[in-house]
């Protein structure tokens, strides 16, 4: 496994948000999963940015429920942590809501890097949201690693 772009990750593992009408009382129940998984692998990611070889274990818990009108929240909770200590450490929480058009928003803290001292190297918080190809249509609260080399974030300093 390999990683991307850290808000690509969670977009792509949470799978997006919009807004949704509220089913009616007929309606079938929302189907409901959840899931969590621990992973280690090499990171890709993190030798492509910082030339570093690495493995990064990553735990994750998952919930989706999906509705009769085919909308779609996603809770995703994630860590990914190196075996190298002088990398930071990189959590993310995110809830994604799926219209059943393929809008979709994205709200919480996508991002949050800790570096080895235990301060807060970049974190991403607010809202995101997507229309029906995937494209930035509104970006709510800050968001520095859209923007941002992330090198300068994983790096170690």
Known sequence: MTRTVACSLVI?????????????????PPGRE???????????????????????????????TVRADGSEVVRVVRTFVSDDPRLPVEKGAGTTFIAPDGTR??????V?????DGGVRLLDAGRIDFDPAGNT?????????L??????????Q
């Open 34 to 64: 959840r899931g969590s998984f621990v992973e280690t692998f090499d990171d890709d990611f993190i030798f492509d940015l910082c030339g570093i070889r690495t493995q990064t274990t990553e735990t994750q818990r998952w919930s989706s």
């Open 105 to 110: 928003r994205v709200v919480g803290k996508p």
């Open 12 to 28: 792509a593992t949470a799978l997006g948000l919009a807004t949704t009408t509220a089913t009616t009382a007929s309606a079938a």
């Open 137 to 145: 249509s509104d970006v709510r609260g800050p968001h520095p690693s």
């Open 112 to 116: 949050q890097l800790i570096g080895p």
């Open 147 to 156: 923007d941002a080399d992330l090198r300068d974030y994983y790096r170690p």
